[in-house]
């Protein structure tokens, strides 16, 4: 067993590119290649080339966080990042507008404890853009901010705070904070702040923040992509090398500070069932001991076969979810257990057995077995995210060894401890960091008549303790900057050419019993991904009981008829596999994601689970445990209670997508499934004369085929049809409604309004989707820059179109703060009405969105998975092979006229069908005022209730 995981890590590195042999021990880790130089002014430069797509990812680090906040500026870090996106001085206007014309793609920004990053991914030939704009706000920012930008932003992330807060569990991470680090702790609080420190915050702030903290000598670019160093050391000075270094930054020290007692405390909140959160405190990233807690926590709890799921979950059936983890920080870390205990369970017992585990493992630590499938999983969800350049790609990696490490290739040093861990120093650590004192939350449904505020006003939390170390000052050095080489005055570059778009011809083939494979070949690392796309989804529940599709599909990860669930993970685990199943609307697909070096195997297990499910009657009742908690779970949610409520509402009963759009069912239907339903679905849906097999990755048609005959060759179809879904026409609604669900004390509304839109397979879907990007489907589009940029009563607003075979939805959302629910539905209502009326959607506007789409297209399929997810399009909603290919010329010949008569088609406001969530004794009124429509107050079933007023 042992000699099969050591070569299974060895195919692991195979992903990344190895090491050279003359490397000796390192050869067998993942490697990132990279350059390093720094600019006479002192902003550090890392370079990665990766030219396998036309991109290159931007990635600016200022070593600056929550953890560096004095004392009443609190959330001041990311604040200030959200005032570097209201524009510089030489481009007014919000920052997203030059990138969304550019095709950027995963493009944000965001603060955490010790760091404050913005990044995004740009086609090559907007590389130039990109750096002028990040230099722009880094150099030129301050005669931008005035009072209303700073008033705008601090209201927007006031909302980002309350639409946090209005989660389930969503006030727990700042208790745990106050409660596990002394008060005199730079993580004593949590990163968005206090309402009142953020009411506080004035211009002379902003001023002083980026004077202290946004130099360039406190600032790391992270190049990465479709880039030479030369190139980047060129391209580095000209728009960077004039920035002054800035005051030199005193560097918070690490600062461990174990309880020296266990504490607990309790917290309550609108959820539908307890759960218990311990925490420790424990080294800070980069120390040996945060690498064996890693490998400790991934053996205790980190999946199903993990020693706390299997008592807690399996065995003694206490707890419908059970997990362990390490957060590991620049200056201490948590490890944090967390358990949702089953509804009737005491608390106190689900913890009792928790402890027991935990004391157990404590005493001998983890088993060989454990350990080595520690470490294979833990490597493999490393290497997995070395396919992209941005995002949480290759530009991260790097930037986090350099910011809070000085060493980009940090990675590789946890990487090699990793390998050479043992249960001996894995034991160690975890006796002397999770033998200490720790803190337990146990949050409970909140009573009748709850105040949040008052409960969190009484925490106490923690004093400050001695022994904090100062600050230190970098050695002294010094920096000069250059003279400018960019004319700001003549405004952003022009980007003029965009690199061609690289997809690749699609294949296709069958197997001996005639289902078809559509191969896309992807050679670009050594995995290959699988899809068994089956004609089914939720729509599939019709004249079932609500839920059987994907209950079924979830079964399917469960036991086959050799092996159970247990035997099943641990296998997955050992083969470094990913093997899921999921439905959506219209299908339900089984996944495979398998290294090469596997393949075979990972095959083999694959079509087991897929082929032979056991739907053995405990793993049934488990998961329906689990289930009905999770729907108990959605009611709580905002987002997920009006996608329940709403689809009903809109396509009526009787159709197939007049269903709860979570996919998840009622309570009473799964309360009532059994084996011989699914049984019977998997008949009727899950077989190979209703199935398509996709492939992307590094293979062909010639290597796949007989692989792929070899397992699913001999399938054969039941005699019996394959059943019909009613996904047939409904008319519009004939006047608005609107429908009220109460949600005591929520600090925002979720407002919901919906539509009927064509299929999207009808012939003007592009119109449309380009239409409903400038209306609600981008950050500068019309509601966005409303309700969040220009009222500030939204984190974010805007509208979508989901997929669907059928008529799809139109969702119109807008979480928004309390007082301003009625408003910001009149607001709605006005855009609304405006685009298809008064104010229709203009040239430059649809001029934007095709842009948009267009030159996203080449940073869009950078991964074998968005390879894999493109062919899936391809073949659900009967498109063309060379579909992508051809989406440049189709997208550019969509005109103004065409786009506003999509949209017309679909947007009649006299139709909307209303979903708003939240406290109705303080909301009701208000919208009752509005006369929106006929006014329903319903409860989570989308039954009516009587108001709580």
Request: hydrophobic share 40%; aromatic share 6%; glycine share 8%.
């Amino acid at each position: 067993m042992k000699k099969r995981l050591t070569l299974l890590a060895a195919g692991l590195i195979s992903l990344a590119g190895g090491a050279s042999a003359a490397d000796g021990a390192s050869a067998t880790l993942p490697e990132i290649p990279f350059t390093r130089f720094q600019l006479p002014n002192g902003l550090t430069v890392v370079v990665h080339e990766d030219h396998k797509a036309p991109v290159v990812a931007v990635s600016v680090w200022y070593h600056v966080g929550s953890a560096d906040e004095p004392a009443r500026k609190t959330g001041f870090a990311h604040l200030f990042e959200h005032l570097m996106f209201s524009g510089s001085e030489n481009h007014k206007g919000t920052y997203f507008q030059p990138f969304e014309l550019a095709g950027a793609t995963d493009m944000n920004g965001t603060t955490w404890f010790d760091r404050t990053n913005y990044f995004e991914t740009v086609p090559t030939t907007a590389l130039d853009m990109a750096l002028w704009m990040e230099s722009d706000r880094m150099g030129h920012l301050l005669g931008a901010i005035g009072q209303k930008e700073l008033d705008t932003q601090r209201g927007v992330v006031q909302n980002e705070k309350r639409q946090g807060e209005n989660q389930p569990y969503g006030r727990v991470d700042e208790n745990v904070l106050v409660n596990t680090y002394p008060a005199n702790h730079p993580y004593h609080h949590d990163t968005i702040g206090s309402m009142a420190d953020l009411d506080a915050a004035s211009l002379a702030d902003v001023k002083q923040w980026f004077h202290d903290y946004y130099g360039a000598a406190n600032t790391t670019l992270v190049l990465a992509g479709d880039i030479t160093v030369e190139q980047a050391r060129a391209k580095a000075q000209k728009y960077f090398g004039d920035i002054p270094a800035g005051p030199p930054v005193p560097r918070q020290q690490p600062w461990v500070t174990p309880l020296a007692t266990s504490t607990r405390g309790v917290q309550h909140d609108q959820v539908a069932q307890p759960r218990i959160v311990r925490t420790w405190i424990a080294p800070q990233l980069g120390t040996d001991d945060a690498v064996q807690l890693d490998l400790a926590t991934t053996a205790l709890g980190g999946g199903k076969s993990s020693r706390l799921y299997q008592r807690l979950v399996y065995q003694d059936k206490l707890v419908d979810d059970v997990s362990i983890s390490i957060g590991p920080f620049a200056l201490a870390s948590q490890v944090q257990l967390t358990m949702d205990v089953k509804e009737g369970v005491d608390p106190a017992k689900a913890e009792a057995v928790a402890n027991d585990v935990l004391a157990e493992f404590l005493a001998k630590g983890p088993t060989d077995d454990e350990l080595e499938r520690a470490k294979v999983s833990n490597l493999a969800g490393f290497v997995r995210v070395l396919e992209k350049v941005g995002g949480s790609g290759k530009a991260t990696i790097l930037a986090e060894g350099q910011v809070y490490r000085n060493d980009p290739a940090a990675y590789r040093k946890d990487l090699e401890r990793s390998q050479q861990a043992t249960t001996a120093t894995v034991l160690a650590a975890s006796k002397h960091w999770l033998g200490k004192g720790s803190y337990t939350l146990t949050v409970l449904p909140a009573p009748a008549g709850f105040d949040p505020e008052a409960e969190d006003k009484a925490v106490k939390g923690l004093g400050d303790a001695a022994g904090r170390p100062k600050a230190v000052l970098p050695a002294a050095k010094s920096y000069t900057a250059g003279k400018s080489e960019v004319d700001r005055a003549s405004g952003v570059p022009a980007v003029t050419s965009f690199p061609d778009l690289k997809f690749p011809a699609l294949q296709r083939g069958k197997l001996k019993n005639g289902i078809e494979v559509v191969l896309a070949e992807r050679h670009t690392v050594p995995v290959t991904q699988i899809q068994l796309l089956f004609d089914a989804g939720y729509a599939a529940d019709q004249g079932r009981k609500l839920g059987t599709a994907s209950f079924t599909s979830a079964l399917l990860n469960e036991s086959t008829t050799d092996l159970d669930s247990v035997e099943v993970s641990k296998r997955k685990e050992r083969l470094g596999a990913i093997i899921g199943s999921s439905c959506s609307l219209d299908t339900c697909a089984v996944a495979l994601n398998a290294l090469n070096s596997e393949l075979q195997p990972s095959l083999e297990l694959f079509a087991d689970v897929v082929r032979h499910p056991a739907f053995k009657p405990e793993d049934i009742e488990r998961v329906r445990g689990q289930w009905i908690s999770g729907i108990a779970q959605e009611k709580t949610e905002p987002t997920s209670l009006a996608l329940r409520t709403l689809p009903p509402l809109l396509y009526g009963k009787q159709h197939a997508y007049g269903i709860p759009f979570t996919g998840s069912g009622n309570e009473k239907a799964i309360a009532s499934l059994t084996a011989a339903d699914l049984t019977a679905f998997q008949h009727d849906y899950l077989r190979p004369d209703n199935l398509r097999i996709l492939v992307a990755g590094d293979t062909t048609l010639d290597a796949i085929l007989p692989k792929l005959d070899a397992v699913f060759g001999d399938w054969k179809a039941p005699a019996s049809a394959i059943p019909k879904k009613n996904i047939g026409e409904v008319a519009a609604q004939a006047k608005p409604r609107v429908f009220l669900i109460h949600r005591p004390d929520s600090p925002q509304s979720l407002i919901l309004a919906g539509l009927l839109a064509p299929s999207t397979k009808a012939k003007d879907a592009l119109d449309l989707g380009i239409a409903n990007g400038a209306f609600g489907g981008t950050f500068t589009s019309r509601l966005n820059m409303n309700l969040r940029e220009e009222k500030r009563w939204a984190y974010g607003a805007g509208s979508m179109l989901s997929d669907a075979k059928g008529q799809r939805p139109m969702l119109i959302y807008a979480p928004v703060q309390t007082d301003k629910t009625a408003e910001s539905a009149a607001e709605i209502l006005k855009e609304a009405q405006a685009v298809i009326g008064s104010k229709p959607l203009t040239d430059d506007e649809i001029a934007k969105i095709r842009a948009q789409r267009v030159r996203a297209l080449p940073g869009s399929f950078e991964t074998t998975g968005s390879v894999l997810s493109a062919l899936s399009s391809i073949v659900i909603y009967d498109r063309p092979d060379d579909y992508v290919q051809t989406l440049k010329s189709r997208i550019d010949a969509v005109d103004r006229s065409a786009a506003e008569h999509a949209l017309s088609e679909v947007v009649h406001p006299n139709a909307l069908t209303w979903v708003i969530v939240g406290d109705l004794r303080k909301i009701e009124a208000p919208v009752r005022a509005l006369n929106l429509g006929e006014i329903q107050v319903i409860d989570a079933d989308g039954n009516p209730v009587k108001s709580p007023r």
